[in-house]
T-cell receptor, first 115, second 109 residues
Framework: GAVVSQHPSWVICKSGTSVKIECRSL??????MFWYRQFPKQSLMLMAT?????????EQGVEKDKFLINHASLTLSTLTVTSAHPEDSSFYICSVRVGQIETQYFGPGTRLLVL | GQNIDQPTEMTATEGAIVQINCTYQ??????LFWYQQHAGEAPTFLSYNVLDGLEEKGRFSSFLSRSKGYSYLLLKELQMKDSASYLCAASDSNYQLIWGAGTKLIIKP
C-alpha cells in the first residue's frame, strides 16, 4: 500500500477566511492524487483529480476558483478552500492511486468547521 | 449512467456471519473494490476483485460475478470492531472509482 498523511487533521475557522489542507504521499511518488469531500452520513464525493505539474481536473459542480488545488511535487498536493462559508464544513480526504490495479489509499482526513 | 447499489444499513450479532451485497453498472469495468470506514475516519482498503469468483483474506472474503454486475463482502466471526461502514466501488474504463453510498454495519453483542 501507500502511506498518506494530511495536515491539519482539524480546522476551525471564521467565515470568509481561506484554509489550506496538505496531502503528502510519504512512501510513494504520486503523479495523481484525489480530493474527496464527505458530509455526515453521506458517501464520498470526488471533488477533483490532482495532477502533478498540471492543472487539476474538477468534477461537475465543484467550483475550481473556490477549491484551489496545487500539486507541485510528486509527494505533495494542497487544497485551499477560499473564502470558506459554513456550508463548506465537511470532512476532506485525499488519496493516492497505487499499483497495477490502481488501488486508492487514503489520508486520515481533515475535518473543517467554518463558523 | 453509472451506478452502485448497496444496502444502507445492516445489523448482525457478534460471532455471526454477514454478507453485504453490491450491484454495479459502469461504462467499462476494471475491478471492484471494498473499503471499510469507521466513524470519523478515512476509508481503508479491504479487497479487490476483477475476475469472477471468491477471494478470501482471513475473516473477510469478497465475491464477484461480472456477468451479473454483482459483488458481495462476507465477514465471518464478527467482532465488535467490525462495526463500520463498508463502501463498494467499481473502477470504470478510465480507472475512475464509482462509489456506493456505503452500508453501515451494526454489530450487537
Amino acid at each position: 500500500g501507500a502511506v498518506v498523511s494530511q495536515h491539519p487533521s482539524w480546522v476551525i475557522c471564521k467565515s470568509g477566511t481561506s484554509v489550506k489542507i496538505e496531502c503528502r504521499s510519504l512512501d510513494f511518488q504520486a503523479t495523481t492524487m484525489f480530493w474527496y469531500r464527505q458530509f455526515p452520513k453521506q458517501s464520498l464525493m470526488l471533488m477533483a483529480t490532482s495532477n502533478e505539474g498540471s492543472k487539476a481536473t474538477y468534477e461537475q459542480g465543484v467550483e475550481k476558483d473556490k477549491f484551489l488545488i496545487n500539486h507541485a511535487s510528486l509527494t505533495l498536493s494542497t487544497l485551499t478552500v477560499t473564502s470558506a462559508h459554513p456550508e463548506d464544513s465537511s470532512f476532506y480526504i485525499c488519496s493516492v492511486r497505487v499499483g497495477q490495479i490502481e488501488t486508492q489509499y487514503f489520508g486520515p482526513g481533515t475535518r473543517l468547521l467554518v463558523l | 449512467g453509472q451506478n452502485i447499489d448497496q444496502p444502507t444499513e445492516m445489523t448482525a450479532t457478534e460471532g455471526a456471519i454477514v454478507q453485504i451485497n453490491c450491484t454495479y453498472q459502469t461504462s467499462g469495468f476494471n475491478g471492484l473494490f471494498w473499503y471499510q470506514q469507521h466513524a470519523g475516519e478515512a476509508p481503508t482498503f479491504l479487497s479487490y476483485n476483477v475476475l469472477d469468483g471468491l477471494e478470501e483474506k482471513g475473516r473477510f472474503s469478497s465475491f464477484l460475478s461480472r456477468s451479473k454486475g454483482y459483488s458481495y463482502l462476507l465477514l465471518k466471526e464478527l467482532q465488535m470492531k467490525d462495526s463500520a461502514s463498508y463502501l463498494c466501488a467499481a473502477s470504470d474504463s478510465n480507472y475512475q472509482l464509482i462509489w456506493g453510498a456505503g452500508t453501515k454495519l451494526i454489530i450487537k453483542p
